[in-house]
């Protein structure tokens, strides 16, 4: 019925009850119940069975390590939350909850976190007159008070290039410019998220916490990025941002109006980028960086609405696509006039 | 119905998809040992279902023909137009506008005058062009437009309003319809949300949209908008290729 070598341990361990019918003696009953292996002689076949146990209990523990090393800022209800795409109303409800707690404990500021969703039939797109952009830098500002950024490092999602005239390379482009703009033999690029219809970012991502929606967005679930830059390093327009350290922010300037995929204080080691201030355009407001633009560059629009600004500037301007020919079909456009 | 659907959607798929069902109703009539009453039976099979798949696949191609002209997002983009109740609210300039006489009042603040003040008892000069051939105020008004003359635009016969090139009265809050004489161009792009700049929404059906007029943003006398110096600036050094000379207290740092 038995094997030989379970025989044996069958037998022993049967033996042991016999001999204290009323329970284990505390001193050496409990070692032979638990692991009656140990009251085996001292065979190889035992030997190799100990280092089994040994091992299969040293990879166990390695498995569910991380359990034990949550680390100190993460919450186990942060540490156990599903993506974004599979939370339902309710644990969209409880997180967002639970997120505006935690800003109102590390930031001392009561705001509201929303989930925008896509408004249906409508496709985002952007474009910037180059002719008129000064390189004044306003937008890079807005976004900075707009979008909850780092105050230590003022990050922003945008990048005022200052590129020589004769050249569209934006790799020549500098971004540290610090005097009186325009210059007579310069122009100035705002370079952003380009919300590219093939975009690299999404497809590196090992763990799709990056995705496209139906708006044309690039959006990321900030609490299942796990920070590993791949997207960073495939964006050709440099356009995403990495949280080296817990943003700062004084309460008073905590924008309280936040979405989840947008503007919402990002945690420590994660990454970020430039979602057309989809809190705004998704309740069918204009980008921040739009509205603080004081030349009137940047034009933003449905592209599905035949009459919108952003179909009268693809119809009537000589527009351009930077880095066209990676194939990676961006939704923002430039055109000089 | 599931076949149809996805005939509709790929073409080329349908031909394919048509030319195999067809092969295999013709192998299936062919392959037949026996060619008597069984065989005539099948065979009208075959031609009834040739017949049929012959329907679907003309009805599917028409409807891949058509499909190009029924974009499935135009109905929603077109409703939401047709709600937009929103209006498109251009800021208006002050009329008439004030000038600074040059005086100050006990409180040390200046003295404002409207056009009209002053201008009601002086007779027009109609052979001043410039700001050079002025004898007294307006000296020093800074003109940089083009080679407009003082009565392109204002208007000598009430100056508390503008005129046009036809010499007909356009108030201060319309100078748009002055502006936009010479500059099209820029009219055309103002009209199509392309210039100026807007604060508000970019959806009319969901709320307003406020833009700038033109004098918001280019002076009338000296309109090229101004230069500025940026203030905002990320401590960002990607793509910088000046990079900052390596600090003193480094080679310190290497040592220890």
Redesign the interface.
């Known amino acids: 019925m038995f094997p030989p070598y379970l025989r044996a341990h069958r037998t022993s361990f049967m033996n042991n009850h016999a001999e204290n019918p009323d329970g284990p003696t505390p001193s050496s009953g409990n070692d032979q119940d638990l692991l009656p292996i140990l009251n085996q002689p001292t065979t190889r076949r035992t030997a190799l069975k100990a280092v089994g146990a040994a091992l299969g209990l040293a990879a166990f523990g390695k498995a569910i390590s991380p359990l034990a090393s949550i680390p100190e800022n993460v919450s186990v209800d942060e540490f156990l939350q599903q993506h974004y795409k599979e939370l339902s109303d309710d644990d969209k409800e409880r997180i967002f909850a639970r997120l505006e707690q935690e800003t109102k404990e590390s930031y001392g500021a009561d705001v509201t976190i929303s989930d925008h969703r896509p ?5 985002f797109a952007y474009a910037i ?1 180059l002719s ?1 952009c ?5 937008c ?2 807005a976004c ?1 008070l707009e979008n909850n950024h780092h105050r ?5 999602y945008i ?3 200052e590129l020589p005239k004769g050249t569209l390379d ?2 020549e ?10 210059q007579e033999d310069k122009f100035y690029m705002p370079v952003q998220c380009q919300q590219c219809d093939n975009p690299p970012c999404v497809t590196v991502c090992p763990v799709e916490a990056t995705w496209k929606e139906d708006d044309g967005i690039v959006v990321v679930d900030y609490n299942w990025c796990i920070g590993c830059r791949y997207c960073e390093a495939a964006c050709p327009y ?1 356009a995403r941002r990495f949280n080296w350290e817990q943003p700062e922010i004084p309460a008073e300037e905590v924008n309280p109006d936040q979405g989840y995929l947008s503007n919402r204080v990002r945690p420590q080691g994660t990454m970020e980028k430039c979602h057309f201030c989809l809190h705004r ?1 998704r ?4 980008p921040a960086c ?2 603080a ?4 560059a ?5 592209l ?6 952003i179909n ?2 693809l119809q ?2 000589r527009v351009f696509v930077l880095k066209e020919e990676l194939g990676t079909r961006p939704s923002f456009f430039y055109f000089f ?1 | 119905m599931a076949l149809i659907v996805v005939i509709v959607e790929c073409p080329t798929q349908c031909r394919v998809v048509t030319k195999a069902l067809s092969d295999m109703s013709r192998n299936f009539s062919s392959s037949n040992p026996n060619p008597a009453r069984g065989g005539i039976r099948v065979t009208g099979f075959a031609r009834l279902s040739l017949v049929i798949l012959t329907l679907v696949a003309i009805t599917s191609l028409a409807f891949a023909a058509l499909a190009p002209f029924s974009s499935p ?5 077109t409703e ?2 047709r709600e937009a109740r929103f209006a498109v609210e251009i800021h208006k300039p002050d009329s008439p506008p004030l000038v600074e006489i040059g005086l100050n009042d006990e409180n040390g603040n200046p003295i404002t005058a409207t056009c009209a003040t002053c201008h009601a008892n002086r007779e027009p000069d109609p052979s001043v062009r410039t700001v050079e051939d002025l004898k007294s105020f307006h000296r020093e008004l800074v003109i940089d437009h083009g080679k407009l003359s003082c009565f392109s635009c204002h208007n000598s016969a009430d100056y508390s309003s503008l005129k046009l090139a036809d010499g007909t009265r356009v108030e201060f809050t319309e100078v748009m319809q002055l502006c936009a004489q010479c500059h099209g ?1 820029q009219m055309k ?1 103002y009209e ?12 009319l ?3 307003p ?1 406020q833009k ?1 007029n033109c004098v918001d ?1 280019h002076r009338p006398h000296a309109p090229q ?1 101004p ?16 990079v900052p000379p390596v600090p003193e207290s480094a080679p310190d740092l290497i040592h220890e």
């Open positions: 408004i249906p039939g409508v496709r007159n008129k000064n390189g004044n830098g306003k890079m500002e900075h230590g490092v003022d990050q922003s990048r005022v290039l934006m790799e482009g500098n971004t540290t410019f610090d005097h009186t703009v325009p440099h355009t309740e069918g407001r204009l739009l509205e633009c004081p030349t009137g940047r034009v933003f629009g449905d599905n609405d035949p009459d919108s600004p009268y500037v009537n301007k006039d | 997002s135009e109905p929603v983009a939401r137009k161009p792009d199509n949300g392309v210039h100026g700049g807007m604060v508000g929404h970019w959806d059906s969901r709320g949209q700038n943003c908008f230069r500025m110096i940026p203030t905002f600036k990320p401590d960002d050094r990607f793509l910088d290729k000046h």
